[in-house]
């Protein structure tokens, strides 16, 4: 099992959003621009976590994207349940080579429950583990131990000013 890049990108998103002063929104162009994504991709992981209730989103010349909670209240099993498939890990495996070694029917199921009951252990301790993580961890602070302010837009601005024929 391997998270998806979406999911890895989930997490940037959501530090950048953090980042930003406080009443300050972040465009979804501005966003798939910084983080180097396509627009249309930007704005389905966005709708995904504002669904989700992580995200909030203004409508309006100077809206756009920020956070709906403080970063400490933001686990990243909620990033993983808004962008990845709701479908439980350990399902949908194909226990073939299980079933075809042994020649007992009790034997089979046994060994196929043993087996099942691995994997749902393995889902539950990944699941606990994103849970006791909070964003939180992976927000750079400042020498004050505040959460470090970039105003994104202002940012994303200047450094395609510097770079005008992009």
């Known amino acids: 099992m391997k998270f998806s890049k979406g999911f890895l990108q ?31 991709y930007l704005q389905k992981t966005a709708k995904k976590l504002k669904d989700a209730g992580l995200i909030k989103a203004e409508a309006s010349k100077n809206g ?19 962008v990845e498939s709701p ?3 350990a399902s949908g495996y194909d226990l073939t080579g299980i079933r075809n070694m042994f020649i007992s029917p009790a034997l089979t199921e046994h060994y196929v429950q043993i087996t099942g009951n691995i994997f749902k252990d393995a889902e539950n301790a990944l ?12 927000v750079p602070l400042d020498q004050q131990g505040e959460i470090l ?9 200047q450094s395609q000013e510097e770079r005008p024929n992009e």
């Open 10 to 40: 989930t997490a940037a998103l959501m530090v950048m959003l953090a980042e930003l002063p406080e009443h300050t929104y972040l465009k979804s162009g501005e966003l798939s621009h910084a983080m180097g994504v396509s627009h249309t």
């Open 64 to 82: 756009g994207y920020a956070l709906n909670h403080a970063i400490d209240e933001i686990t990243f099993y909620d990033l993983f349940q808004a």
């Open 87 to 89: 479908e439980a890990f």
């Open 127 to 138: 699941k606990n583990s994103l849970k006791s993580h909070k964003l939180s961890e992976i």
């Open 149 to 157: 302010q970039i105003n994104w837009p202002a940012q994303l601005a």
